[in-house]
Nanobody, 121 residues
Framework: QVQLVESGGGLVQPGGSLRLSCAASGSIFSINAMGWYRQTPGKERELVATITSGGTTYYAESVKGRFTISRDNAKNTVFLQMNSLKAEDTAVYYC???????????????WGQGTQVTVSS
């Protein structure tokens, strides 16, 4: 089994910063892309940022220039540094990873349990 555990969410004022972390553990042979998604009540989950094992990144337009995604491959961990936070960034943030359980095996998508980020004065 594979588990993704997120941490770092909380309440922050507009303009403030937060850093999210997500650590993957379990029977992992390899991890390709890791990413962050977010969801608010009544809306579909949306992509925030992704990063490949080689370090190639992608950002949603709404967070470009404010958020930075990074990862530590040795620790199977992905981070999301969020600066200049806005009220519209308020959401539950979910970590995702594309995981291979054995050499040459299929790739599976795993999700974390989510962490709440609230931006409010």
């Amino acid at each position: 089994q594979v588990q993704l555990v997120e941490s770092g969410g909380g309440l922050v004022q507009p303009g403030g910063s937060l850093r999210l972390s997500c650590a993957a553990s379990g029977s992992i042979f390899s991890i390709n892309a890791m990413g962050w998604y977010r969801q608010t009540p009544g809306k579909e989950r949306e992509l925030v940022a992704t990063i490949t094992s080689g370090g190639t990144t992608y950002y949603a337009e709404s967070v470009k220039g404010r958020f930075t995604i990074s990862r530590d491959n040795a620790k199977n961990t992905v981070f999301l540094q969020m600066n200049s936070l806005k009220a519209e960034d308020t959401a539950v943030y979910y970590c995702n990873a594309a995981v291979q359980l054995r050499d040459g095996g299929a790739w599976y998508s795993y999700w974390g349990q989510g962490t709440q980020v609230t931006v409010s004065s």
